[in-house]
């Protein structure tokens, strides 16, 4: 089994910032892809910013040179700082890996995990 577990959500004004963290454990060989999405309310889910294992990144427009994606390799941890937050960053956000698994190290074969969520509110 694998778990995605986020933490860092919470209130903040607009103008503020917030950092988020998702810690994958358990049965992990590799974590190749991660990224974190959000999903506002009557929205649909949306890439926020994305990272490989080497550190390539990409991000949404809307976050460009307010958000940085980051992630710890050796603690299977990534991260998301958001800076000069707006009311239009509120939503519900969801960390993803990739990751192979033990048994599928020789094939490479990997899976997809989601964390439970955690709610960042902007308020004006």
């Known amino acids: 089994q694998v778990q995605l577990v986020e933490s860092g959500g919470g209130l903040v004004q607009a103008g503020g910032s917030l950092r988020l963290s998702c810690a994958a454990s358990g049965s992990i060989f590799s974590i190749t892809a991660m990224g974190w999405y959000r999903q506002a309310p009557g929205k649909q889910r949306e890439l926020v910013a994305g990272i490989t294992r080497a550190g390539s990144t990409n991000y949404a427009d809307s976050v460009k040179g307010r958000f940085t994606i980051s992630r710890d390799n050796a603690k299977n941890t990534m991260y998301l700082q958001m800076n000069s937050l707006k009311p239009e960053d509120t939503a519900v956000y969801y960390c993803?890996?990739?990751?192979?698994?033990?048994?599928?190290?020789?094939?490479?074969?990997?899976?997809?995990?989601w964390g439970q969520g955690t709610q960042v509110t902007v308020s004006s």
């Open positions: 993803s890996s990739r990751i192979i698994r033990p048994e599928n190290w020789r094939s490479g074969v990997e899976d997809d995990y």
